[in-house]
């Protein structure tokens, strides 16, 4: 939905530019969360909730921001029995959410899948955990198998599914494309402004490089919510990913 944005923030296919910001509302309070996107305004339109903000009134709150005409991301990353999953889902599409993040096992996505349809929900699939490496995969009982295979796998997975989406970091996002093609959408964290401090992000680009690589929404946290201006921010990473 474009509310009123000046041509300069419309994308060459008409979109509105500032709905490939995703800000990370990674904050402990519905009272934070609500004045860190009123002080925002109108330079974004789109809002990531997760575990944190999710389970202290998160998902009211999303509500919330959708009768404002803001876009909600739920990063739940759901993972059940498909039938739980399903009817889960059905629930969470009703509420008019954007995206919603799931674990990519089959069983799981292929609940996501149904219980989505009739909605304008886009399932996001979550490949492996990108705080996981080969070892890790070991750790929990799998055969020895590189992380990075396992993330081809679950995204040729993800594709057949019909999932919407994946989640992945800029670094994959290549890699990942050639599997999931074009018209599926790659949204990737571990965005840093120049000069932003990385905090415990490890493989980290910049805006400008995350939408070279092919990233369709950037989510960006830390650098825009614990920012003295938040609004200046979000505006110079909208511009940055608009001269992209
Ligand atoms: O503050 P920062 O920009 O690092 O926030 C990134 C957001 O993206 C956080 O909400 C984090 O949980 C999420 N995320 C991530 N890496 C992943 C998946 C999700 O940083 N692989």
């Given at each position: 939905m474009s509310n009123g944005s000046s041509p300069a923030l419309q994308s060459n296919s008409g979109g509105d530019i500032r709905d490939r910001l995703i800000i990370g509302l990674d904050v402990p309070s519905v009272e934070e969360a609500r004045s860190i996107v009123s002080r925002i305004?109108?330079?974004?339109?789109?809002?990531?909730?997760?575990?944190?903000?999710?389970?202290?009134?998160?998902?009211?709150?999303?509500?919330?921001?959708?009768?404002?005409?803001?876009?909600?991301?739920?990063?739940?990353?759901?993972?059940?029995?498909?039938?739980?999953?399903?009817?889960?889902?059905?629930?969470?599409?009703?509420?008019?959410?954007?995206?919603?993040?799931?674990?990519?096992?089959?069983?799981?996505?292929?609940?996501?899948?149904?219980?989505?349809?009739?909605?304008?929900?886009?399932?996001?699939?979550?490949?492996?955990?990108?705080?996981?490496?080969?070892?890790?995969?070991?750790?929990?009982?799998?055969?020895?198998?590189?992380?990075?295979?396992?993330?081809?796998?679950?995204?040729?997975?993800?594709?057949?599914?019909?999932?919407?989406?994946?989640?992945c970091a800029a670094t994959e996002a290549q890699r990942v494309r050639s599997i999931i093609g074009r018209n599926r959408l790659i949204v990737t964290p571990g965005i840093r402004p120049a000069g932003a401090d990385a905090g415990d992000q490890k493989r980290i680009v910049t805006p400008a490089e995350g939408i070279r690589l092919g990233a369709n929404h950037l989510v960006v946290g830390r650098p825009i919510v614990k920012a003295d201006d938040p609004r200046a921010a979000a505006e110079a990473i909208v511009q940055e990913i608009a001269a992209a």
């Open positions: 305004g109108d330079a974004a339109t789109f809002y990531k909730i997760g575990y944190q903000l999710g389970y202290a009134g998160g998902i009211e709150f999303a509500r919330e921001l959708i009768g404002q005409g803001k876009k909600v991301f739920l990063d739940l990353k759901l993972h059940d029995i498909g039938n739980t999953v399903e009817a889960g889902v059905r629930s969470i599409a009703r509420m008019g959410v954007t995206f919603l993040t799931v674990h990519a096992y089959p069983q799981t996505m292929r609940g996501a899948v149904a219980g989505k349809a009739g909605s304008d929900l886009k399932i996001l699939a979550v490949t492996v955990l990108t705080s996981y490496d080969d070892s890790d995969l070991v750790d929990a009982g799998y055969a020895p198998v590189p992380a990075a295979e396992l993330v081809a796998k679950r995204a040729e997975q993800a594709r057949d599914i019909g999932i919407d989406g994946i989640v």
